[in-house]
T-cell receptor, first 116, second 113 residues
Framework: SAVISQKPSRDICQRGTSLTIQCQVDSQVTMMFWYRQQPGQSLTLIAT?????????ESGFVIDKFPISRPNLTFSTLTVSNMSPEDSSIYLC?????????????FGPGTRLTVL | QKEVEQDPGPLSVPEGAIVSLNCTYSNSAFQYFMWYRQYSRKGPELLMYTYSSGNKEDGRFTAQVDKSSKYISLFIRDSQPSDSATYLCAMSRRGSTLGRLYFGRGTQLTVWP
């Protein structure tokens, strides 16, 4: 597998502001994803971060609210725009490395966001 | 109906107990079944994965998949306080291990000494 780091690890933000979360992988990965994890809920996929092109968003998530960049095979950013308290959550970056028998999806430590 | 259902618990057991964690699912296209462990304030880490039906054992952990019942289980033998974490089941579709995972809500487990 590989190691993923995220910055910031946590933040407290004011309503109406934006926050950009960075995701760095220590080696090249085939796929990168962004998930949201709300208390007591399952991980919800926000989007697939595509290298060099626009991200692919899941139903209920839009680019204007969650713009994503992936300039290369080891780095991606997620911006949470015009935040409201409903955006308070843990945001997780994940990556997939192709293996011989199984393509493991591994996760970063998460960014804990609180919006006041 | 959610595609993956998992009882969130919490589950509290004494050290040495056998723990059984379960998920049910509705989509027959799921072919890969994973269990992730998530410690507090950490990201999920892959514990085990199983392809299609059957059992898989790794030390104190055994994963079972019953596709006919759309039911998967994780058993932890001789549970330890260090096993205290949230356990998430996850699944992916046939031919799609490079794609999205579908997660259960996670079961919070506490093993007390």
């Amino acid at each position: 597998s590989a190691v993923i780091s995220q910055k910031p690890s946590r933040d407290i933000c004011q309503r109406g502001t934006s926050l950009t979360i960075q995701c760095q992988v220590d080696s090249q990965v085939t796929m990168m994803f962004w998930y949201r994890q709300q208390p007591g809920q399952s991980l919800t996929l926000i989007a697939t971060a595509n290298q060099g092109s626009e991200a692919t968003y899941e139903s209920g998530f839009v680019i204007d609210k969650f713009p994503i960049s992936r300039p290369n095979l080891t780095f991606s950013t997620l911006t949470v725009s015009n935040m409201s308290p409903e955006d308070s959550s843990i945001y997780l970056c994940s990556g997939i490395k192709q293996g011989n028998t199984y393509n493991e999806q591994f996760f970063g430590p998460g960014t804990r966001l609180t919006v006041l | 109906q959610k595609e993956v259902e998992q009882d969130p618990g919490p589950l509290s057991v004494p050290e040495g107990a056998i723990v059984s964690l379960n998920c049910t699912y509705s989509n027959s296209a799921f072919q890969y079944f994973m269990w992730y462990r998530q410690y507090s304030r950490k990201g999920p880490e892959l514990l085990m994965y199983t392809y299609s039906s059957g059992n898989k054992e790794d030390g104190r952990f055994t994963a079972q998949v019953d596709k006919s019942s759309k039911y998967i289980s994780l058993f932890i033998r001789d549970s330890q306080p260090s096993d205290s974490a949230t356990y998430l089941c996850a699944m992916s579709r046939r031919g799609s291990t490079l794609g999205r995972l579908y997660f259960g809500r996670g079961t919070q487990l506490t093993v007390w000494p």
